[in-house]
């Protein structure tokens, strides 16, 4: 039944670090964006490296492995870091997104368009980074020989896409708050795109 909770005990603490053959495959330039990226999350502090024999506790939700993902000439990042959390999201009960698919949003601006309107985006950057993980819980990680930890919700978790609707549906209702001089208490995302004559909000997430 898709509706019951996965089973409750803690995912695996160790998985294998398959990033070491990847990244053996790609090219120096490719290592290096990907290790920059790497670093860029630690000097954030959304990573914090632990050694190798760290023992498992109530706070961590299990372990994942971090790879490298090469991508076009026209991405920004030419080697992306896609953490492979299918183990722990084993564990972990189903959420959904009720947000706009990239399809609806590009139609949705398409079937309103007038040539007097203004275009404008507003992007979040490392958006799943912005987000804590609750009651002190964290993830561990390995990649290129080296664990990590996060308290972060690291991409890929099953309920990331849910919890950064939730966090910009709330920011949303703030911001329309103010801009209205009235309560905004929409309870999703889509409903922002009629709340204000001539001004619509969509919001979708590219991942």
């Known amino acids: 039944d898709s509706q019951k909770l996965r089973p409750s ?3 695996k603490l160790k998985v294998y ?3 070491v053959p990847l990244l053996q495959r ?3 330039g490719q290592q290096q964006q990907f290790r920059k990226e790497i670093e860029d999350y630690k000097s954030h502090h959304w990573w ?3 050694g190798d024999h760290t023992k498992g506790d109530k706070k961590s939700i299990g372990t994942a492995c971090t790879f490298p993902v090469a991508q076009s000439i026209f991405k920004t990042t030419k080697c992306r870091p896609c953490t492979d959390c299918r183990e722990i999201n084993k564990y972990l009960p ?6 706009f698919t990239i399809f609806e949003a590009t139609a949705l601006v398409r079937g309103r368009w007038n040539s007097s309107y203004t275009l404008a985006f507003l992007d979040l950057s490392k958006a799943f980074y912005r987000l804590r993980l609750g009651d002190e819980k964290y993830v561990h990680i ?3 020989s080296h664990r990590y930890c996060s308290n972060r919700v690291v991409f890929g978790l099953v309920f990331g896409p849910a919890a950064l609707s939730g ?9 329309f708050t103010g801009l209205l001089g009235r309560p905004v208490m929409c309870k999703s995302t889509r409903e922002f795109t ?3 004559p001539n001004l619509f909000c969509v919001v979708y997430y590219d991942d």
């Open 9 to 11: 005990q803690p995912a």
């Open 17 to 19: 670090d398959y990033s």
């Open 26 to 28: 790609l090219t120096e």
């Open 48 to 50: 914090e490296e632990v």
């Open 94 to 99: 189903r959420a959904s997104y009720d947000g």
């Open 142 to 144: 390995v990649t290129d």
């Open 167 to 175: 966090l910009v549906l709330a920011v949303l209702n703030a911001a």
């Open 194 to 196: 009629n709340l204000v």
